[in-house]
């Protein structure tokens, strides 16, 4: 759903880019609570894992398709603030480099993408968590319906701002109608592919999953003089040896999986029309889209200028946007970390080492 140039006029375009301003704001001081030596690095393969997979657009009706948005997969992983960071960044990426969602547009699209999936799908698994028995498989469960909401209320999102600022006169309700319907049923691929990569990281790495910590298992209990109290956290410090290599053994592995997706299964996502490209066809919303700002990037269209062969240019296209995404989206995350320390006067310690 990259909303290209054109579709919003330019006063609520400026109005947008202030509200994602500030949420991006907000996000750098929150973030700061939320990563440390642990899952900043993480961060940024979640920020390159989401540019990699939203290159694989799934057919979800004839001559539409969708794909991941990554809201909901951001925030149960590395928390809500940060995740407004990694699409942030995805978005940046992807406006300047690859021509895909208008650069006037970009504020809107981090609002409709990058805030609203995060803020709807992070309440909904929190209260979902909160409501079901605290297992791994109730954690998926909530993952795929946290996701499966996200799409359809960032839908909503947009429509509301092209109600107030769209630079065509349509019917508000067929918009509404229109997008609200193709994106319910990309909310289906969304949820299997958040729900399939979260349940994923909690078989291997539940401690790395930060929508789950402090509720994924009930604290050990122990009957003393007939009354059941909590039994006493270990005091056994974890081997920092140990975990460095775990961190860096599933850091190569998801970093690997980001550019295999995006050098080589990428070749075969649906060449179809996404679901806003879709309904701005059929609803006339396109009529005063303008050309991208970055048309002439040589990798504007996730291809390499000068190579005629597709798979070739689409492939090291992608390997491209992999590295770039993971360089800047961990070098933004390293450095929120340190602000953290710097302003505890030291180094920070994760939960995990606290414990």
């Known amino acids: 759903m990259h909303v290209p140039d054109g579709f919003i006029d330019a006063p609520v375009s400026v109005a947008a880019g202030v509200f994602a301003a500030g949420a991006v704001a907000v996000s750098l001081r929150g973030a700061r609570r939320e990563l440390d030596e642990r899952t900043a690095p993480l961060a940024g393969l979640v920020a390159a894992f989401i540019f990699a997979v939203q290159m694989l657009n799934f057919p979800v009706a004839a001559g539409t398709s969708g794909h991941l948005m990554g809201g909901a997969l951001a925030a149960i992983l590395v928390g809500p603030y940060t995740a407004v960071l990694c699409l942030s960044v995805v978005l940046l990426m992807q406006g300047i480099f690859f021509a895909d969602g208008g650069l006037t547009a970009l504020g809107v699209n981090i609002t409709v993408m990058g805030v609203v999936t995060v803020v709807v799908a992070y309440g909904v698994f929190r209260l979902l968590t909160g409501l079901l028995p605290r297992t791994r498989r109730s954690a998926t469960a909530s993952a795929f319906v946290a996701a499966l909401v996200s799409v359809p209320a960032s839908a909503a999102a947009f429509t509301l701002l092209y109600w107030i600022g769209g630079t065509t006169d349509i019917p508000i309700g067929k918009v509404f109608t229109?997008?609200?319907?193709?994106?319910?049923?990309?909310?289906?691929?969304?949820?299997?592919?958040?729900?399939?990569?979260?349940?994923?990281?909690l078989a291997v790495r539940p401690d790395l999953v930060h929508g789950v910590q402090g509720t994924l298992t009930a604290p050990l209990k122990l009957r003393v003089d007939g009354e059941l109290v909590d039994a006493p956290a270990p005091t056994r410090e974890p081997e920092p040896v140990t975990a460095h290599r775990s961190n860096r053994g599933f850091l190569i592995t998801g970093l690997v999986s980001a550019f295999l997706l995006a050098g080589f299964v990428s070749f075969y996502a649906s060449a179809s029309p996404d679901g806003l490209e879709r309904v701005a066809a059929d609803q006339g919303i396109d009529e005063k889209a303008e050309e991208h700002g970055a048309a002439d990037s040589p990798l504007a269209d996730y291809g390499v200028g000068d190579?005629?062969?597709?798979?070739?240019?689409?492939?090291?296209?992608?390997?491209?946007?992999?590295?770039?995404?993971?360089?800047?989206?961990?070098?933004?995350?390293?450095?929120?970390?340190?602000?953290?320390?710097?302003?505890r006067g030291g180094p920070a310690r994760s939960d995990h080492e606290n414990a």
Request: hydrophobic letters at 55%; zero cysteines.
């Open 178 to 201: 229109a997008m609200v319907g193709v994106h319910v049923l990309i909310g289906i691929g969304e949820a299997v592919i958040t729900a399939l990569t979260v349940g994923a990281v």
């Open 307 to 343: 190579i005629a062969n597709a798979r070739l240019s689409g492939g090291l296209a992608g390997v491209i946007g992999v590295s770039a995404t993971v360089v800047v989206g961990t070098g933004v995350f390293w450095v929120v970390r340190r602000r953290r320390e710097d302003e």
